[in-house]
């Protein structure tokens, strides 16, 4: 039996980035707050909670005054920068560049939409409640119209100007129909509009769009595939789903655990990926287990 890793799985820079930070912070202190997992995989999050970093939530954030406190690559919304500086809690931020400078296109598109007659609105494609949208929403002082599927309008005004936006972890093919299914409505309620009333940003890291090609080249040359991602990750759940549909024998799995060894009966080439929040250690423990 063959056993292959895929090389383009695991961490984002972004993730990378936030944990590197953590664990500088944690070898000079040994001790840290982060406001929400680090990352949605509970075995990193174990992993570090070892080495002292303590998950907290905004509730908990009055109770922290004069600590340091993490912010991980999600981003967090004005308003947490704004209570930490009441609080003088020295805020250690691992923003992705990337969330960041989504962060600061969509306050620029807020101000320019604010500043029209009618006002328009400042769409954006993400999951409902996702620590980076609530973020990415705090930028719009919470009225930014959010969509979870590419058939999910009906909180837009389309007879308004609309400034579209995504989350960065979505998928590039959901984007583009959503995009469609805008352009379609926007003809059926206001006929011909000029093209500044309707303005798209494709804002999804190129990291989670180019994941999908290579995704299904590695999917296509084994037998077998463990998906290895937390339950809560977004980005974990579109590319299992994603890696699904190329190769029906695909398994979704969070730790070595839930392996079932029935799953490799007459299995010559097993291939083991993750999502962008699957650290590697996690996905060779995989492959140990089911070497031994």
């Given at each position: 039996?063959q056993?292959?890793?895929?090389?383009?799985?695991?961490?984002?820079?972004?993730?990378v980035?936030?944990?590197?930070?953590?664990?500088?912070?944690?070898?000079?202190?040994?001790?840290?707050?982060?406001?929400g997992?680090?990352?949605?995989?509970?075995?990193?999050?174990?992993?570090?909670?070892?080495?002292?970093?303590?998950?907290?939530?905004?509730?908990?954030?009055?109770?922290?005054?004069?600590?340091?406190?993490?912010?991980?690559a999600?981003?967090?919304?004005?308003?947490?920068?704004?209570?930490?500086?009441?609080?003088?809690?020295?805020l250690v931020?691992a923003?992705c560049?990337?969330?960041?400078?989504l962060?600061?296109?969509?306050?620029?598109?807020?101000?320019?939409?604010?500043?029209?007659?009618?006002?328009?609105?400042?769409?954006?494609?993400?999951?409902?409640?996702h620590?980076?949208?609530?973020?990415?929403?705090?930028?719009?002082?919470?009225?930014?119209?959010?969509?979870?599927?590419?058939?999910?309008?009906?909180?837009?005004?389309?007879?308004?100007?609309i400034?579209?936006?995504?989350?960065?972890?979505k998928?590039?093919?959901?984007?583009?129909?959503?995009?469609?299914?805008?352009?379609?409505?926007?003809?059926?309620?206001?006929?011909?509009?000029?093209?500044?009333?309707?303005?798209?940003?494709?804002?999804?890291?190129?990291?989670?769009?180019?994941r999908?090609?290579?995704?299904?080249?590695?999917a296509?040359?084994?037998?077998?595939?463990?998906?290895v991602?937390?339950?809560?990750?977004?980005?974990?759940?579109?590319?299992?789903?994603y890696?699904?549909?190329?190769?029906?024998?695909?398994?979704?799995?969070?730790?070595?655990?839930?392996?079932?060894?029935?799953?490799?009966?007459?299995?010559?080439?097993?291939?083991i990926?993750?999502?962008?929040?699957?650290?590697?250690?996690?996905?060779e423990?995989?492959?140990?287990?089911?070497?031994?």
């Amino acid at each position: 039996m063959q056993i292959k890793i895929d090389d383009n799985a695991g961490f984002c820079f972004g993730v990378v980035n936030a944990i590197g930070t953590a664990e500088d912070e944690l070898a000079r202190s040994g001790t840290l707050y982060c406001l929400g997992d680090i990352v949605h995989n509970n075995a990193e999050v174990q992993r570090l909670n070892q080495k002292g970093l303590q998950v907290i939530d905004h509730h908990q954030i009055p109770s922290l005054r004069g600590e340091k406190v993490l912010i991980r690559a999600h981003g967090e919304p004005p308003s947490t920068y704004q209570q930490a500086k009441e609080l003088d809690i020295r805020l250690v931020d691992a923003t992705c560049p990337i969330v960041l400078a989504l962060q600061q296109k969509i306050r620029k598109g807020f101000e320019e939409m604010r500043s029209l007659t009618p006002s328009g609105q400042v769409v954006i494609f993400g999951k409902p409640g996702h620590a980076e949208v609530i973020g990415l929403c705090g930028q719009t002082d919470n009225s930014a119209v959010i969509v979870s599927t590419p058939n999910d309008l009906e909180g837009i005004d389309f007879t308004r100007p609309i400034r579209l936006y995504s989350q960065t972890t979505k998928s590039k093919e959901e984007y583009a129909q959503l995009v469609q299914n805008m352009h379609q409505r926007i003809a059926e309620v206001c006929g011909q509009v000029d093209a500044n009333h309707f303005v798209t940003h494709n804002t999804i890291c190129n990291r989670v769009s180019n994941r999908s090609r290579q995704l299904e080249e590695f999917a296509r040359e084994v037998d077998i595939v463990l998906f290895v991602s937390g339950k809560g990750s977004s980005n974990g759940h579109y590319l299992y789903e994603y890696c699904l549909s190329v190769q029906p024998n695909t398994h979704l799995i969070s730790e070595v655990d839930e392996l079932d060894m029935s799953w490799f009966e007459g299995v010559h080439r097993v291939g083991i990926t993750g999502a962008t929040s699957t650290p590697r250690w996690l996905m060779e423990a995989v492959a140990k287990a089911i070497s031994k």
